[in-house]
């Protein structure tokens, strides 16, 4: 397969997610593609060094467009010009995306002044500066039959070489020495013409594939045949809560899916203030009602709307009529919307206004921690989905590391298909196995009980305070942490597992975390 190819097929696996919305799938064949440009990059082949600069040109881009999914998503505008989507009309809980402040989960990387600029890769001078536009264009051109897939989607131009020769490129090859018998026996049985073999998704593409939560699935499944049978698109208000990590968000976007329904979701956790907060739910709300067909209204982390915002959603629950608060000026703002499935979802339904609760009682879900056969089927899926394999052993080393969360799995298994690529970006094999593994979790300070270098650090907090026990905000103070995320992201497992207390006076360590730490 020439590079052209390799490259168009990694394109249109990110396009493919894009248009579904689903930002983990934009997210993984992003970094394919970004590891693709890289190993052709330092592939010794005799590329002449115009191809060379436009590869480490398109890589600079992807390795950009990876930085501003994981901080923006996929609502960000030079998100949706780079795969030809349409641009949204309001943006996520009403504030632009550039005006929010710079940082992310990859350690604060401010993306200001790195985005590529936006031009003919043919026609630019890589020695040269170029000026820094916002929104570059796609490099590569969707085929025809693939370009019918979504009406009104867009590809730009794959980089052409006007030049010189095209990249001479081969798919990346194992190095992991002899294949086994039943392996050569594959190769040497090639599939009949026009015959493929379909991966598992990454991600759960229905609500029958979803593995685990089977106490939700089951009802909502029920539940949807119910109103299919009586021709309607929706579903009753359902509440769902629970740790962080577990799905929520995918679990609701699959509602959706079977329904057969569009799908709208706000993030409520990029609240900033009431009046700011009641713009952006209006912007939101009109947004849904101007389309007048079904929809699911999906509310995640719900619980950080204010009180007063999440008051103003009753009459939407109650009567199908959105009726704002008042804003400054004193005007009051109705949105009527026929037909809708309410979801609203939070990892702490205590915040979340009674009033909502009762109004979802008969779909209120807890979503579980995922049990170890669960994980094992989950893992096992992922890998296949990235065309990799595992060692049971590997596996088991795993499993007590997840936490019982899917957000752990997703980050592990991108780590470790990381872990099978040299230095230079070039695949070494696409083989996990316990080595790999076990050097995966050493390298990021990860313990065999999945406890990381902030846990310890809480555990030892709590240790060295005299009196025993300490407040939650005097604990999230001396780790370095917002209290917020340390109740959120930290303290949850910590009470799971049984090593920490929390009672009225504040939080202390158990016995069980006194003979750990003796220990570690």
Not at 50 to 73: P, T
Not at 231 to 237: A, S, W
Not at 294 to 317: G, N, R
Not at 344 to 352: G, R
Request: glycine share 6%.
């Amino acid at each position: 397969m020439e590079f052209k190819d390799i490259f168009r097929e990694k394109y249109r696996a990110a396009l493919h997610a894009a248009r579904a919305g689903d930002e983990r799938g934009v997210l993984n064949a992003l970094k394919d593609l970004d590891a693709c440009l890289s190993a052709q990059f330092y592939k010794d082949n005799g590329d002449p060094i115009l191809v060379k600069a436009k590869l480490s040109h398109w890589h600079d881009v992807c390795s950009s467009y990876i930085k501003i999914v994981r901080e923006f998503g996929l609502a960000d505008p030079r998100i949706r010009k780079f795969f030809g989507l349409p641009e949204e009309d309001i943006a996520p809980f009403g504030e632009s995306p550039a005006a929010r402040p710079s940082g992310n989960r990859d350690g604060g990387i401010d993306i200001t002044g790195i985005i590529p600029p936006e031009t003919d890769a043919d026609d630019a001078d890589p020695a040269s500066p170029q000026p820094k536009e916002p929104m570059p264009a796609l490099p590569v051109e969707i085929p025809a039959d693939d370009a019918e897939d979504e009406d009104g989607a867009e590809g730009a131009e794959e980089p052409q070489d006007e030049g010189g020769p095209e990249p001479s490129a081969e798919e990346p090859k194992d190095e992991e020495g002899p294949k086994d018998a039943d392996e050569l026996k594959d190769e040497d049985e090639p599939l009949p013409a026009g015959e493929t073999v379909a991966l598992p998704a990454y991600e759960p593409d229905s609500l029958e594939n979803f593995i685990g939560q089977q106490h939700i699935v089951k009802v909502l499944l029920k539940e949807i045949a119910i109103a299919k049978a009586e021709g309607k698109h929706h579903l009753d208000n359902i509440l769902l809560f629970g740790n962080p990590g577990l799905g929520k968000s995918t679990l609701m976007r699959l509602i959706a899916k079977a329904l057969g329904v569009r799908f709208e979701w706000m993030d409520c956790s990029q609240y900033r203030n009431s009046q700011q907060s009641l713009k952006a739910l209006q912007g939101f709300l009109m947004k849904v009602a101007r389309e007048n067909e079904p929809v699911v209204i999906a509310f995640d982390e719900v619980h950080m709307l204010t009180d007063e915002l999440q008051s103003s959603l009753l009459t939407l629950l109650e009567s199908r009529v959105y009726v704002s608060p008042p804003d400054v000026k004193g005007h009051i703002t109705r949105i009527p919307i026929e037909e809708f499935t309410f979801i609203a979802a939070t990892t702490d339904d205590d915040k979340v206004l009674n009033t909502i609760k009762d109004r979802c009682l008969r779909l209120k879900f807890q979503m579980v921690d995922y049990t170890s056969d669960e994980l094992k089927q989950i893992y096992r899926t992922k890998v296949a989905a990235k065309g990799l394999t595992i060692t049971e052993e590997a596996i088991e080393v795993c499993i007590p590391r997840s936490r019982g969360s899917i957000r752990y799995v997703n980050s592990f298994v991108e780590g470790l298909d990381r872990e099978l690529y040299d230095e230079n970006g070039k695949r070494l094999s696409t083989h996990i196995d316990l080595a790999a593994a076990l050097h995966f979790f050493e390298e990021r300070g990860i313990d065999p009980i999945g406890l990381e270098k902030k846990d310890l650090e809480i555990l030892r907090a709590i240790e060295e305070e005299t009196s025993g026990v300490i407040g939650a905000e005097t604990l999230s103070a001396r780790v370095g942490l917002d209290p917020k995320k340390y109740a959120s992201e930290y303290e949850p497992y910590l009470v799971k597992i049984g090593f920490i207390s929390v009672t009225g006076r504040g939080r202390s360590l158990t016995e069980k975390a006194r003979e750990y730490l003796k220990k570690a």
